[in-house]
């Protein structure tokens, strides 16, 4: 770390490298003043990271209690001795690198794999190298077993496999504890290679985030928790770490239905990484098309189904169709209502559905039906852009059991937020996600304690149901958040605008700063042209 450069780390890296929990540096960040401030953020999932050196400073300040000092250490050892050590063995690359490191190794394939084939043999050699050792001493002993273990094309020769489990070897860094990041960089790459099919595969951690946040309890246990078509397992295990942060307990039961085996593999390594069991099976493009699960069994379900697949129009009627049939293009519905029934009494859920689900005519009678028993808590808009391959903006529908009467659903507007993380992909920064299910949890909290809570003007608004019926049961955020003259500002609201405003001041003097010299440049260039 004395290298003169200044180096950033993330909270796990800073929780790895002192020999803590997640947990424990997120209770140093709250409870102490004095804690260092963020630096920035970095990577697709805007990552706080801080620097090192000030935050090496910082743990100077502490000493390891005895009854927690590691074989070796004296009394009087900081958690800023162990922090510069750095237990464990050689750093790895940064997690800002580690796409860099997986492009940079992939010079010598180029020949003989595709960018996306070489990929999609990482999440497997990861797991491998984490999760079996022995076997993984197999592969680098005999290059050729591996190829086979792994089912890899035979054009790949084996001299040239042995470079590639040093890529593997290098991305760990001797550090177990980074081998969960270092399979979300693969998979989040593999969203990334602008290929159309990506969106079949992964949900963006922008969507991932906001959606486990607002379904993790702030105490109190979970005992299942399903995802009835869970892609790669992203939503699942988003939901695990976020609920590991708050200290809970894993569910007993975590399950969920892939839409292939390729999928389903990498559902059950990223969820087994997390220290985790779950069961997996194959699943259908609609509830109807495939097996289901019992009614009433899951205290959360989330998911990120397919939208807007045709179904015939004399299907067999179903039980989950609690608030009736769907339209011949109402497969959102029908996950809708699916993703309602499985819910315990006590259950909660969320799915993402596309902006017209919120408004279609033709599936009018179901959204008020669900409306009216009170199965809908939230809607919140999303950005466009979010998602690989594709501009679609999407809702987050947040659901419960049905209570069978409802007086407000709270509508979320964050249709603006975002910034462009590259030329066709935008992700929402770590604070954004804060405000978006700061908005549903403040919401939620109020109707607890007996309080009403208004929301934030110009993002949120709980609406009365009376007012949506007055719209035809239209539920769109950009349009009911905005529909009301905004209520007169208490002080706590005009503190939540003002930290707003304060977050979002140093983003406006960049982008003036930037779009100030595109203008000089575009100027420099039609003089050269005489223009």
């Not at 491998?128 to 020769?157: C, G, N």
């Not at 397992?233 to 590991?244: D, H, K, R, V």
């Not at 894993?250 to 593999?265: E, K, M, V």
């Not at 203008?519 to 039609?526: C, H």
Request: glycine residues 10%; aromatic residues 8%.
């Amino acid at each position: 770390m004395g290298d003169g450069k200044q180096r950033l780390v993330t909270r796990a890296d800073i929780a790895r490298l002192t020999g803590v929990s997640r947990p424990a540096v997120t209770n140093w960040a709250r409870r102490h003043e004095d804690f260092p401030a963020p630096a920035g953020e970095q990577g697709d999932d805007r990552v706080e990271v801080f620097c090192a050196d000030e935050v090496a400073a910082w743990l100077d300040t502490r000493a390891v209690p005895a009854n927690a000092r590691q074989p070796g250490e004296a009394a009087g050892t900081t958690f800023g001795d162990r922090f510069r050590a750095e237990p464990g063995g050689p750093p790895g690359p940064d997690r800002a690198d580690w796409a860099k490191a997986f492009r940079n190794a992939y010079d010598p394939y180029r020949a003989d794999l595709t960018w996306e084939e070489y990929l999609t043999l990482m999440p497997g050699l990861l797991f491998t190298r984490l999760e079996k050792p022995e076997l993984w001493r197999r592969y680098t002993a005999d290059a050729r077993f591996a190829l086979e273990d792994q089912q890899i094309p035979w054009r790949l020769a084996p001299d040239l496999f042995h470079p590639l489990l040093d890529v593997v070897e290098r991305t760990i860094g001797g550090n177990p504890a980074d081998g969960p990041a270092a399979f979300d960089q693969v998979l989040a790459l593999l969203r990334d290679t602008e290929n159309q099919r990506a969106a079949e595969f992964f949900t963006p951690s922008s969507v991932t985030q906001v959606m486990a946040l607002a379904l993790v309890p702030e105490s109190g246990a979970v005992n299942g928790l399903h995802d009835p078509f869970c892609r790669s397992g992203e939503l699942l295990t988003s939901w695990l770490e976020a609920a590991a942060r708050r200290g809970l307990t894993p569910p007993r039961h975590i399950s969920g239905r892939t839409p292939n085996s390729r999928a389903r593999s990498w559902a059950r390594m990223a969820v087994a990484l997390r220290g985790v069991n779950a069961m997996f099976s194959d699943g259908a493009a609609t509830p109807l098309a495939g097996p289901t699960e019992q009614p009433g069994t899951f205290d959360r379900v989330l998911s990120n189904p397919p939208f807007n697949v045709r179904m015939p129009d004399d299907a067999t009627p179903a039980p989950h169709r609690r608030y009736g049939k769907p339209s011949t293009r109402g497969s959102n519905f029908d996950w809708l209502q699916y993703a309602v029934s499985l819910l315990t009494p006590e259950g909660m859920g969320a799915m993402v559905m596309p902006p017209g689900a919120a408004f279609t005519t033709s599936d009018g009678a179901i959204r008020r039906g669900m409306v009216e028993d009170g199965a809908v808590e939230a809607v919140v808009a999303l950005p466009t852009g979010l998602f690989a391959g594709t501009g679609i903006a999407v809702h987050l529908w947040f659901l419960r059991h049905p209570t069978g009467r409802a007086d407000e659903v709270l509508f979320v507007d964050g249709g603006e937020l975002g910034s462009m993380v590259s030329r066709t992909r935008r992700a929402l920064s770590g604070p954004e996600v804060d405000d978006l299910v700061g908005e549903v949890t403040a919401w939620r909290r109020g109707r607890s304690a007996g309080t009403a809570h208004r929301g934030t003007p110009g993002l949120s608004r709980a609406v009365s149901v009376d007012e949506i019926a007055q719209h035809g049961f239209r539920l769109d955020p950009a349009f009911l958040v905005h529909q009301a003259q905004a209520p007169s500002l208490s002080a706590q609201d005009v503190k939540r605008m003002r930290e707003r405003v304060d977050r979002l001041t140093p983003r406006l003097r960049a982008l003036h700063e930037e779009s100030v010299g595109i203008d000089r440049a575009v100027t420099e260039r039609l003089e050269e042209y005489g223009l």
